[in-house]
């Protein structure tokens, strides 16, 4: 299974491709897509676009998973990230890949354990979970990442939260994994 994370802005979008496959995450692939503040805004979402298709034409994710938009105090801020997250669900729809949003507390709170965890903590755990060893990346692409990994614990996990309410109905499908 191959996700496709994304971390949207008009400046710049984080971009993670990760693998899972018998029990094991792995890095396929990150970037960022970089746009000039001097670009119209039709330019920087057209870029984002067709980087988003090339990465999907020469992967082929099986999933798709984006940052959801926060409520912050800055409307125009809030309004460029919907555009770069319109343009992102967009080429993974026509591409015609399943598409997940995460709140960024539920992000942080997969990777961490920690829905405030700031993103020094979000990028050295991403680094851990994917043996990423003291590479060097952005907090963009370590966001990126980090939603592809919190798809992965969310929904394709075998013991993913939605499945189970509680730690009670874990134990009564899975007796055979308690130890007594």
Known sequence: MIILGVDPGTLSTG??????????????HHGVVKNNSSDSMPLRLQLI????????????PDEFAIE???????VQSAMKIG?????????????????????????KR??????AATKEQVAYMVRSILNMKKEDITHDVSD??????CHVHRVISPFNQ??????????ESHPERVIT
């Not at 997969?110 to 829905?115: D, E, K, S």
């Open 110 to 115: 997969a990777i961490v354990g920690n829905g």
């Open 68 to 74: 959801s938009a926060f409520y912050g105090k800055n």
């Open 83 to 107: 555009h770069a997250r319109g343009v992102s669900i967009l080429a993974a729809v026509q591409h015609e890949i399943p598409t997940t949003e995460y709140a960024p507390r539920e992000i």
């Open 15 to 28: 971009i993670g491709v990760i693998g899972w496959k018998n029990g094991k995450l792995y890095r396929i």
């Open 162 to 171: 939605r499945q189970f309410k509680n730690w009670k109905s874990f134990i």
């Open 144 to 149: 990126a990442l980090a939603v592809a990994i």
């Open 49 to 60: 676009y067709n980087r988003l298709v090339e990465v999907i034409d020469r992967y082929h």
